[in-house]
């Protein structure tokens, strides 16, 4: 079936420095690829998809592209803010047979920025 | 807005104490899922509703239940909740094999 494999953290960075979570994912054929955020005491919200090879997803600064030949979907922002200090976790479907949407999570990786 | 709400937001039980966690959406999804996640790791498929099909993950204990009464609603029973079983648990619906969306959870401690 398909996998992923996260970056382990927590990541601490300072307000306005770069961002690179990495993900990368083994699958049959071209799945959608997804990142979430859990804020503190939250449910997971979608942050940003993309649903096939080469596609770039990007939401509220962040991006990720889906590169097929790394089979990578490591996630950027160029300016990370406090309030992104979250637990971000990259996903795909499970893949096969199954005919609903459920998801492989990676691990999660917690980021914390210090103002 | 179309959502997925979850009630209550926390909840306290004793050990022992059957406890019932509750999730409706307004999505008017055909699959919910019922999650189960610690500290902050990645959270755990307990099971999902396919319409009222219901389908149980292997490793999922037996003292979790769960209900689907119509498309809106589905409930989460812990028959006999030990300490093991505090946790944030997670409600999430989508249509088929499009994206998840999720409740902003439960947070059940287990006294």
């Known amino acids: 079936g398909n996998s992923v494999t996260q970056m382990e953290g927590p990541v601490t960075l300072s307000e306005e420095a770069f961002l690179t979570i990495n993900c990368t994912y083994t699958?049959?054929?071209?799945?959608?690829l997804f990142w979430y955020v859990q804020y503190p005491g939250e449910g997971l919200q979608l942050l940003l998809k993309?649903?096939?090879?080469?596609d770039k997803g990007s939401n509220k600064g962040f991006e990720a592209t889906y590169r097929k030949e790394t089979t990578s979907f490591h996630l950027e922002k160029g300016s990370v803010q406090v309030s992104d200090s979250a637990v971000y976790f990259c996903?795909?479907?499970?893949?096969?047979?199954?005919?609903?949407?459920?998801?492989?999570f990676g691990q999660g990786t917690t980021l914390q920025v210090k103002p | 807005d179309a959502m997925v709400i979850q009630n209550p937001r926390y909840q306290v039980t004793q050990f022992g104490k059957p406890v019932t966690l509750s999730c409706s959406q307004t999505l008017n999804h055909n699959v919910m899922y019922w999650y189960q996640q610690k500290s902050s790791q990645a959270p755990k498929l307990l099971f999902h509703?396919?319409?009222?099909?219901?389908?149980n993950e292997a490793d999922t204990p037996d003292n979790f239940q769960s209900r689907r009464p119509n498309t809106s609603f589905c409930f989460l029973d812990i028959r006999s909740p030990g300490l093991g079983d505090a946790a944030m648990y997670l409600c999430?619906?989508?249509?088929?094999?499009?994206?998840?969306?999720f409740g902003p959870g439960t947070r059940l401690t287990v006294l």
């Open positions: 996903a795909l479907p499970e893949g096969g047979s199954s005919n609903t949407g459920k998801l492989i």
């Open positions: 509703y396919y319409d009222k099909d219901f389908n």
């Open positions: 699958a049959t054929g071209y799945p959608s």
């Open positions: 993309a649903t096939k090879a080469d």
């Open positions: 999430a619906t989508s249509r088929a094999k499009g994206e998840q969306f």
